[in-house]
C-alpha cells in the first residue's frame, strides 16, 4: 500500500511511471508485485539475511548465483529489496537476449524493469546511480544438472567486474539456495533444444511429463544472503581495462558468493523446510 501510495503521488505530479527502459511503476505495484509477493512470502517462504549491506541509493552492482531452467532467483531478490529493504528500490537486472525475445515473457520482463545485457545499458544504468543485477555463471548456471547443484560456474570474462570499475561501483555479492530444488534437473536434451531454438531443454522429475503443470516450481524454501559491499577507492575506474585485475576481482567476488552458498546450505534443515 505504501508503494501504491507514492505511486499515485508520482503520477498526480506528472513525472512519468514507465521509464525510457520500459520499467512500469503502476503495471509492476497492481499486477506483479502481489504474484511476486506470493511466491516469496507463502510458495518460497525467502529467508533473508544482511539486507543492510544494500545501500538506500546510489549506484550499486548485486552479483548472484544462478540456478533452474526458469531462475526465480532473480525475482526472489528482486522482492526481498522491495518488501525488505526501507528504501524498496528496484533491481535492474542485465539478462541474456533469449529472454528479452520469448514471447509472453520479453513483455513482463521489460514492465518489470529488466534490461538487455550489453555495455551500453550498463553504463547507463550505472550512471543514473540505479541498482544493477547481474548474474555471472549466465546459462551455465540455469542448464546445471542436480548433481551440480551449487558449485558455482564459472564466472564468464568478467563483465562485471569491468563494469564496477568503470563505474566505480560497490560490488554487493548475494548468495541463493533453493532455486536447484524448484526444477532438479537430470538430463539435458540439447538436440530438442536446438530445433526449439532454445538455449536447453531440461528433463525434470515433471517436466515433460506432466505437460503445463511441470512447469510449476517445486515450493523449496529460498535463503538469500546480501553480502558486505566490495567497495572501490577513487580512481579505480583506470583499471577497468586491466585484464589481470578484472579477472582477480571476477574470481574474489565467486569464492566469496561460493563460500557464503556453503553457509545457507549448512544453515538448511531440509530443502522443504517450513
Not at 544494500?54 to 531452467?69: D, F, K, M, T
Not at 568503470?166 to 539456495?177: D, G, H, L, T, Y
Not at 510449476?216 to 546480501?226: G, W
Not at 585485475?245 to 538448511?268: F, G, W, Y
Request: glycine share 6%; hydrophobic share 40%; proline share 8%.
Amino acid at each position: 500500500m505504501v508503494r501504491k501510495s507514492a505511486t499515485r503521488k508520482k503520477a498526480a505530479a506528472g513525472q512519468p511511471l514507465v521509464d525510457d527502459f520500459g520499467l512500469d511503476e503502476e503495471f509492476f505495484c497492481e499486477y506483479l508485485e502481489p504474484l511476486l509477493d506470493f511466491l516469496y512470502t507463502r510458495w518460497f517462504r525467502v529467508e533473508v539475511s544482511g539486507i543492510e549491506n544494500v545501500p538506500e541509493s546510489g549506484r550499486a552492482l548485486l552479483v548472484a548465483n544462478h540456478s533452474g531452467p526458469l531462475p526465480f532467483d532473480g525475482p526472489m531478490i528482486r522482492q526481498a529489496i522491495f518488501k525488505e529493504h526501507p528504501s524498496r528500490r528496484h533491481v535492474r537486472y542485465l539478462v541474456l537476449k533469449w529472454l528479452c525475445s520469448t514471447p509472453f515473457l520479453a513483455p513482463l520482463m521489460h514492465k518489470m524493469g529488466f534490461v538487455l545485457a550489453c555495455r551500453e545499458n550498463a553504463r547507463s544504468l550505472l550512471k543514473r546511480d540505479e541498482l544493477v543485477g547481474v548474474f555471472p555463471e549466465g546459462i551455465k548456471g540455469t542448464s546445471k544438472l542436480y548433481k551440480d547443484r551449487y558449485r558455482l560456474a564459472r564466472f564468464g570474462r568478467g563483465g562485471f567486474a569491468e563494469m564496477a570499475l568503470e563505474a566505480e561501483a560497490p560490488i554487493i555479492p548475494v548468495a541463493v539456495v533453493g532455486g536447484e530444488e524448484t526444477y532438479p534437473t537430470f538430463a539435458q536434451v540439447y538436440p530438442l533444444a536446438k530445433l526449439l531454438k532454445l538455449p536447453y531443454f531440461p528433463i525434470t522429475p515433471t517436466f515433460p511429463w506432466l505437460g503445463l503443470l511441470g512447469v510449476l516450481p517445486l515450493p523449496a524454501k529460498f535463503f538469500i544472503h546480501f553480502g558486505e559491499p566490495i567497495r572501490f577507492k577513487k580512481g579505480a575506474s583506470s583499471k577497468a581495462d586491466d585484464y589481470i585485475t578484472i579477472n582477480a576481482l571476477s574470481d574474489m567476488v565467486r569464492e566469496r558468493i561460493q563460500r557464503e552458498v556453503q553457509k545457507l546450505l549448512a544453515r538448511r534443515q531440509s530443502v522443504f523446510q517450513e
